[in-house]
């Protein structure tokens, strides 16, 4: 693309966001006004802004990504597309308006850019040619389409779609009764027969599977490639000659209750017809094709009957099938290869809660691009972010993230990285931000070395003492990093200290670091862990020991419900979305089959002992700290029973508790930002009670 017709492109974008849309954006950017304060304020989420799904185009000239906005009239999260040129640094608007846009895609020679959105209406593919400016919808389908992947040729598209199943014989042997025109009658049952029949964030689902879908990639008839009652996923391989797509699949017929089996398999466009490309234990997924189309590589993760595992690369040749390792004796978790020509891959872990970028070679050989991905969760600081590469020259895009503000655009082109948007510099460029500064030390309980950071409250001045809150992160096998967190900046800005570290089981440290929870989540080895992290900043003269306050969610709340239970040394306690029974728990969340197979040593009713002693419910008698508990109504991963059960408890002890229910939020009960502000603005309420002067 020249600079001529990038420039006309931008025209082609300023017009598509003029009109009704470009007024819209006005009214949306005077609600979004910036308050004269230096503090972060409640009210500045709504101003935040990150970037995902950055997508460098083969030549590696133009970088698409997805621009995440807060909208504050519809408290949600405005997904628009932006086009940014890596040469001159032009940030142009693609499609910029009241639709919805994700997964884009580049095709094979840069010329067209496939993406997802519901400007037709409802959620479809569509292609953007760039020479041309132009954009047609390429499908017209029932379902919303995803994991997008253009074949060789650039002549079609692959896409993974969910397909309802028929009615089950059962259900189609229920007598019904026709109903009166005009009559109002309740809603009719809903049959379940599915092992697997929910999922947090939609509830109990109808009985569909996920399929592979081929499209001629200048818009037709939709073709479905796989069939059965079996979930199939991508990301979606082509093979050099655009013959077959390679997927990964449990395709056996007790899949839903192996958990850690999966396959990776191969269609012919032909005929349908499928070929078992490995069987080995375990899960074997994310493939990805070699540029001369030799070699198909992908990552393996064992099926031992334990919460936590690597995932090691290997590479197979698809002349012969023979497979080999790339990288198996890394004690890191391996993500998102990719190939750079035919002998070199990049690859994406986390370590020491920070996401790393690498080249790694035929030989195993791994060195580090960069070491700063991550960014785009908005409320709290995990490690999470994403990146690719350009096909043709090996540059990478990717979500930069930093202690001061979330996901940007980010390239790294012959070692040389540059930022290319600064998307909050309108906002949190004018915050005094609490800083970041990171933290080292050995828990209580046995010695384990212990990574953590502590934000300071802005203006924050040495030789004094400050209330302080740890900030437990859920999983447990998940991490936090040195990243911007809506949630602890704001707890900051109201002049608290912030404590959040990488506690026994988190990732990013190995897999025996991660397995040191086995058995013992929650327990008193992860709030010992909690503990010292806290004594350290006592000790060092910055922590108030009058004044400690903790809070968690998800694991994070199983942990702030348990540490209430084994001291009486916080002031107040706030616990989002936790377990409370763990029997309970495990038979009626989506996480069940999974989790008592890999966290438990048996079913609940063969082991109940240990169950109970996982559960904070277990210590509810000695609870004496005055909890908040926010939860949402509608959460399947820890259903709001859990929350329930907890708060009667505490109401029976009369001890101080609050319980918090959230209408129509599942488990990511921050997934809007009014709830974002509704957690943080809570808690904080809850802990200014019980703060001593």
Do not use: C
């Amino acid at each position: 693309m020249n600079a001529k017709l990038f420039f006309s492109l931008s025209l082609l974008a300023t017009s598509m966001a003029s009109g009704p849309a470009l007024a819209q954006e006005q009214a949306a950017t005077a609600d979004h006004t910036v308050a004269v304060t230096s503090k972060l304020q409640a009210e500045d989420i709504f101003a935040l802004e990150f970037a995902n799904d950055v997508q460098i185009s083969p030549d590696g000239r133009y970088v698409a990504y997805v621009r995440n906005s807060f909208d504050i009239m519809t408290d949600g999260t405005r997904r628009s597309l932006w086009l940014v040129d890596t040469q001159s640094g032009q940030h142009t608007p693609l499609f910029a308006d009241q639709h919805s846009y994700g997964n884009p895609s580049w095709s094979p020679d840069g010329k067209r850019l496939a993406f997802t959105s519901n400007r037709s209406g409802r959620n479809q593919i569509h292609v953007f040619w760039v020479e041309e400016q132009r954009t047609a919808a390429v499908t017209e389908v029932q379902q919303s389409p995803s994991q997008l992947a253009w074949s060789r040729d650039g002549k079609q598209l692959a896409f993974m779609m969910a397909v309802p199943e028929p009615k089950s014989d059962f259900a189609k042997s229920v007598k019904s009764v026709k109903k009166p025109e005009k009559a109002k009658w309740g809603k009719a049952p809903i049959i379940v027969e599915r092992t697997l029949y929910q999922r947090d964030g939609r509830g109990v689902m109808p009985s569909s599977y996920s399929q592979v879908f081929v499209v001629p990639s200048e818009g037709g008839s939709a073709r479905q490639v796989t069939t059965g009652p079996f979930q199939h996923r991508g990301p979606l391989t082509w093979l050099a000659d655009n013959s077959a797509i390679v997927f990964s699949a449990n395709r056996t017929k007790d899949w839903e209750y192996q958990s850690r089996e999966s396959d990776l398999w191969q269609v012919s466009l032909a005929d349908n017809s499928l070929t078992q490309l490995t069987d080995w234990p375990g899960d074997e997924y994310a493939s990805t094709l070699s540029a001369n189309g030799e070699q198909l590589a992908f990552l393996h993760g064992g099926n031992a009957a334990e919460p936590y595992r690597n995932a090691s690369l290997h590479r197979m040749v698809l002349s012969s099938g023979a497979v080999e390792a790339i990288v198996d004796d890394f004690d890191r978790s391996l993500e998102s290869p990719q190939w750079v020509g035919s002998d070199q891959l990049t690859v994406q872990y986390a370590d020491r809660g920070r996401i790393k970028v690498a080249d790694v070679n035929l030989a195993g050989e791994l060195s580090t691009r960069v070491n700063d991905v991550g960014g785009i969760y908005a409320s709290r600081p995990y490690t999470m972010g994403m990146y690719s590469v350009a096909a043709d020259t090996g540059a990478i895009a990717y979500t930069q993230a930093s202690a001061y503000d979330l996901a940007n655009v980010a390239v790294q082109i012959e070692g040389t990285v540059r930022s290319l948007t600064a998307l909050n510099d309108d906002v949190l460029a004018h915050r005094d931000l609490g800083e970041v500064r990171e933290i080292n030390y050995q828990s209580s309980f046995d010695g384990t070395d212990i990574q953590g950071w502590y934000i300071l409250p802005p203006g924050y001045e040495e030789g004094k003492r400050y209330p302080t809150m740890v900030e437990i992160h859920g999983g447990p096998h998940l991490s936090y990093g040195p990243f911007f967190a809506a949630e602890h900046q704001r707890y900051a800005a109201e002049g608290y200290v912030v404590l959040y570290v990488n506690y026994r089981g988190s990732t990013s440290y190995g897999k025996d670091f991660a397995m040191l929870l086995d058995g013992h989540y929650s327990s008193e080895r992860d709030f010992a862990d909690h503990m010292s992290g806290i004594d350290k900043l006592i000790d060092m003269g910055i922590a108030d020991p009058n004044n400690l306050f903790i809070a968690g969610g998800s694991a994070g709340g199983i942990a702030t419900a348990y540490a209430v239970g084994l001291t009486d040394r916080f002031n107040a306690a706030a616990a989002t979305n936790p377990v409370i029974n763990w029997v309970s728990k495990t038979l009626t969340a989506d996480s069940s089959i999974g989790q008592i197979q890999n966290q438990f040593p048996a079913l609940p009713w063969e082991d109940l002992e240990h169950y109970w002693k996982r559960s904070p419910l277990s210590l509810v008698g000695n609870v004496k700290t005055p909890v908040l508990l926010f939860t949402g109504e509608k959460d399947r991963r820890t259903p709001m029973a859990e929350t329930e059960q907890f708060y009667q408890a505490l109401q029976l002890q009369k001890v101080p508790t609050v319980m918090v229910r959230v209408p129509d939020a599942y488990h990511g009960v921050t997934a809007k930002p009014s709830r974002i502000i509704a957690k943080t603005e809570h808690t904080l309420a809850w802990f200014k009670r019980y703060q001593k002067d």
